[in-house]
């Protein structure tokens, strides 16, 4: 079975820093893209940021282009997102998922909640 | 970038009825979109992709239908664990968007 965990979550100050980690397993998983995408409390989904299979390529939401940086280790398959310069409004649940094709994501993990605040 | 656009909001129904809900693009996206489940507390569950096709283990009363910028999820009939919020997603070149949610709600 596909699984995802996520972990790294925690509560950050304004301006800090914060690195989430994915772990998977149960699929080939450098033949598949990941994705990260969060949800602020009470609120919708939004996409964060995308890395191809064997990691040479990466694409970002334009709120957080810069200041996010997703990576992957194949050989321990997992998938991080480092993310500095932290704003109140980057607070949510981060969900790491995987894509089938690039157009949709087929499973996702159970999520970590990150809190921005003094 | 493509907008999604989801409606109504919030859909009262009870459970044996039918569910329609309806999700527009601002431009064509041909038939990449996706739609999701979300319960709360608990992550999103793919339900359908390319427009049309279900996932893996979705149930028969889940249908997809729908191409360029109007796409239609329709539930025959709801069974209690269908009153959760419902997400259309599509990629365009190299972003992923999703619509803002329509909750299904006991009426």
């Known amino acids: 079975d596909v699984q995802l965990l996520e972990s790294g979550g925690d509560l950050v100050q304004p301006g800090g820093s914060l690195r989430l980690s994915c772990a998977a397993s149960g699929f080939s998983f450098s033949t598949f893209a990941m994705s990260w995408v969060r949800q602020a409390p009470g609120k919708g989904l939004e996409w964060v940021s995308t890395?191809?299979?064997?990691?040479?390529?990466?694409y970002y939401a334009d709120s957080v282009k810069g200041r996010f940086t997703i990576s992957r280790d194949n050989s321990k398959n997992t998938v991080s997102l480092q993310m500095h310069s932290l704003r109140a409004e980057d607070t949510a649940v981060y969900y790491c998922?995987?894509?089938?094709?690039?157009?949709?994501?087929?499973?996702w993990g159970q999520g970590t909640l990150v809190t921005v605040s003094s | 970038e493509i907008v999604l656009r989801q409606s109504p909001a919030t859909l009262s129904l009870s459970p044996g009825e039918r569910a329609t809900l309806s999700c527009r693009a601002s431009q064509s996206v041909s038939s990449y979109l996706a739609w999701y489940q979300q319960k709360p507390g608990q992550a999103p569950k793919l339900l359908i992709y390319n427009a049309s096709k279900r996932a893996t283990d979705i149930p028969a009363r889940f249908s997809g239908s729908g191409s360029g910028t109007d796409f239609t999820l329709t539930i025959s009939s709801l069974e209690p664990e269908d009153f959760a919020v419902y997400y259309c997603q599509v990629r365009s070149s190299w972003s992923w968007t999703f619509g803002q949610g329509t909750k299904v709600e006991i009426k």
């Open positions: 890395i191809s299979g064997s990691g040479s390529n990466r």
């Open positions: 998922a995987k894509f089938d094709t690039m157009s949709h994501l087929d499973y």
